[in-house]
Each structure stands twice: as C-alpha cells, then as structure tokens.
C-alpha cells in the first residue's frame, strides 16, 4: 500500500504532498432475545490525496488505487483553484516518520470463525435474562481490522495495522414505563471482548431494573457526585472540545486567550493521551503522520495547552501535539480529541459523600449538548441516586446537568481515588465520526443545577 500511496508524491506544481489510504474489514453481528437479527461482513477501501500550492489546500478522494496520480492531479487543480482567496496555510515542522506497527490482540477476528462469534454472543445475551421484568435484551458485536497507510513528500511512511472490537449490551425494563440500560466495551482488541462479560451483561439488566423503581430527581442548584462516566463526558465535551484549536483560531471556544489562567479548581487535572494501550481512541500515529502524544490540558486547575494538527500549531506558534484525524482517508483531517479524562484525586466514594446533606448521586451517561464558545451544557444522565445525609437513598431517573463548564468547575471539591477510563464513544465533529474514550474518577461538585 505505501508503495501506491507514493505514486501521488510525483506530481508536480506542489510545495507539499501527503497521500493516504485504508483498507478495512469488518463483521457485525446483533442478537435480539436470544435470536439472531443481523450478520454483515463487509470490505472497503479508500484513499486520499491532500496538497498545498502556495498556502491553498487542494484535497481529492477515491476507491481505485490505480488512479493515485490522477487523484493527485486533481487535487493540485482544486488547490490552484482557491487561488488568491484562500487562507495562506502554513504548516509546523515535523520529523518524517518511517514506521510500521501491527496490533497484537489475543483473538484476531480473522482468526475465529463468524459462526462462533454468533455463538458466542447468544450465550453471552442469555446472562442479561435476570428477570421476568426485563422485556428485551439486545446484543450487538463488531470487529474491525485492516491497514492504514501514510506518505508526504517530506519523507515520512507510515504503515498501522490496527484491530478493534465492540460490544454493545442493552436491557429494557417495563413495569407503568419502558426504560432502557446500556453500557460499552471497545477498544484495541479482538474476540476476547466477548470473554468474561457475564458481570458486565448482568449489571446492564439490573440498572433497568433499577429505573423501574426510579423517580423525578428534586430540581435546582444542588451539590452532586458524579461517576466516572458522567466525568469522562465533561472532559470530553466540556473541556476537550474547547481546547481544539481550530475552534480556538475560529473564535468558538470559551477558552480562547486563557492558556495560563485558572478555569477551574485546584482539585481538577485533564488530560488528553493518545497512547494509552487498548483505549479506544488510542492510535499510534495521527493523519498527519505526526507521533501520539500525551497532553495536559488543565493542571490544578490552570490551562496550560490546547489540542493542534500541524496548521492550527504553526498559526499558534507552537507544534502539533499528533490529534490530526479524520473519520476514513476521504475526509479532510480535523483537529480531534483521543482518550479524554480527568485525572484522579485522594478520597474515597464514603469521603465524598460525607457531609453533602442532600444533594444527588449521578451516573452513567444518555447525551448532552455542549457550546464550545459560550461554554453552556446540558447532560442527561442515565440514572441516579438522592443523597441524604452523605448516603445514596432513593433511585433516580431523567436527571440533567445544566450549567457553565469554567463556574462548574471551579466548583469542584474534590475527587475519588478509583480511577475508571476507557469509557468508548463516536466522536462527531464536521459530519466526521472518530473513536474515543473517556473516564475519570468520582468527583464533587459543590454546585451545579439539577433538572428532570
């Protein structure tokens, strides 16, 4: 692959040229009440060419290997097409990279035959038939494996095999309502996903039993105690998306001019790593070429950088910190958080709960909106608990979080010592979708407005 790839490198009229290509596989697999309701397999390959003519972008795409050159031709036509009226685009320095990795997994997916996989997620299925009350139960199983490939005319070459898979439970309840419970595992793995999730399966059913005896959360501004998947989510959409700084450039994030100031409490750490092993938004090297890295947003509550792709970094004056990404080598390359999370504090779930008087007890996560530039959200949390007299009471159930993330999180008071990440997600950004992952430990937040 990397030898058609450099095929794009000769053409002329270019002061910089990079070419990329993927070719993946993939199987899906679902189960609905122990019957199968869909198998797929499916391939698909593709490829990119991105140039720069004086400061101009040129960018062409298509599914013929064969065409390279003439996909890059086309590209430096569209660049010499901007012209005059384009943005005079500079990019930072960055070493040319030579390197090819091959993820290692304990069951590739090629490896173990489609049927077994089926098999394997029926039984798996069976674990969340807890009760009578669990109307229906959905499992859902998907590999991906395959190779990524990168040139520019700088001399770089990378080649990344990677493998994924992803297991989705979900459990519906019904008593005078239907509620639903879901929960994630994926990341850098094969078939061993589905090994040992009887608990996982098990724990997913009894939180949709747990809504059934749910009820409207009280309303107001209020001291909370979120989990670690609620915290992943305000690192992720809170801070993470605001430290883009192609949003930052743009002037759409709320922390624009605030590298140095303080945007929350001595208590808060995030951090954004592209490099830690299985995570689902892990990778090894970005569309750019450039090395994953590890980055610390905010230390003690102070911001100290934002997240860049060789351009925002030139215009910055600073260099790439590796979150060039794009959803398949037919998508221009956007600045993208990988793995974001807060880092952990030093006290207990009891600690934390001490001394609250009432408050509420949130966990896992339904969705949220976030704007970068104003810094308003809105999450709604899958289920919780009242807090009374530093002691989970009563079960919860349609409960929001609504507030400003720099005010929210100077009110943060302190934060577990239980570290949980690698919470899995679909980033969309630009109509482009990317794997991440998220997490963080129990945190206290002193104030923040509670809805239903």
């Known amino acids: 692959m990397l030898d058609e790839l450099r095929a794009a490198l000769s053409v002329k009229g270019a002061e910089f040229i990079e070419a990329r290509a993927a070719s993946v596989w993939t199987n899906d ?49 569209l660049a010499k097409a901007g012209g005059r009226d384009a943005l005079k685009t500079e990019l930072a320095e960055a070493e040319a990279k030579q390197d090819r990795i091959k993820t290692k997994v304990r069951k590739h997916p090629l490896d173990v035959a489609l049927e077994d996989k089926v098999k394997a997620l029926k039984e798996l299925a069976g674990y969340g038939r807890i009760s009578k009350k669990i109307l229906t139960v959905d499992a859902q199983y998907i590999d991906a494996y395959g190779v990524n490939a990168y040139v ?10 990677p493998v994924n898979a992803f ?21 850098h793995y094969g078939v061993e996903v589905l090994e040992g999730k009887e608990g996982f399966v098990e724990n997913v059913s009894k939180n949709a039993l747990l809504l059934l005896k749910s009820k409207l959360p009280p309303k107001g501004e209020m001291p909370v105690v979120i989990d670690p998947k609620m915290a992943g989510v305000f690192a992720h959409e809170a801070i993470g998306h605001a430290c883009e700084a192609d949003s930052v450039i743009n002037q759409r994030s709320i922390l624009e001019k605030k590298i140095g100031m303080q945007v929350g409490s001595e208590h808060v750490t995030i951090i954004d790593d592209a490099t830690i092993p299985k ?19 905010v230390e003690k509550g102070v911001l100290k950088q934002f997240l860049h792709n060789r351009e925002t970094a030139k215009r910055l004056g600073t260099r790439s910190t590796g979150n060039a ?13 990988s793995n974001t999370f807060f880092d952990k504090g030093d006290r207990s779930i009891e600690e934390l709960l001490e001394g609250m008087g009432r408050g509420v007890f949130v966990s896992g996560m339904k969705g949220g909106v976030t704007e970068p530039n104003t810094g308003y959200f809105q999450f709604a949390a899958e289920y919780g608990h009242l807090i009374e007299n530093g002691e989970k009471t009563a079960p919860l159930r349609d409960i929001t979080l609504v507030g400003n993330i720099v005010k929210t999180l100077k009110n943060v008071e302190a934060l577990g010592k239980e570290w949980s990440g690698g919470h899995p997600g679909f980033c969309g950004k630009a109509g482009q979708s990317v794997p991440v992952s998220d997490g963080g430990p129990h945190i206290r937040i002193g104030k923040v407005l509670v809805g239903g």
């Open 325 to 337: 990404r794009s959803q398949s080598p037919t998508e221009f390359p956007l600045v993208r958080m």
């Open 29 to 77: 697999v679902l189960i609905r009440d122990n019957e199968v309701e869909r198998v797929k397999s499916g391939n698909s390959t593709a490829y990119g060419v991105r140039v720069l003519v004086k400061g101009s972008w040129g960018f062409a795409a298509g599914n013929d290997m064969n065409r390279m050159r003439d996909i890059a031709e086309a590209a430096v036509k």
């Open 279 to 297: 995570f689902f938004g892990s990778y090894h090297y970005d569309a750019e070429g450039v090395p994953a890295q590890k980055k610390i947003l």
């Open 152 to 161: 520019n005319s700088e001399g770089a070459a990378i080649q990344q095999e």
């Open 167 to 187: 297991l989705l439970f979900s459990a519906y309840s019904k008593g005078e309502e239907l509620f639903r419970a879901n929960d994630r595992v994926a990341g």
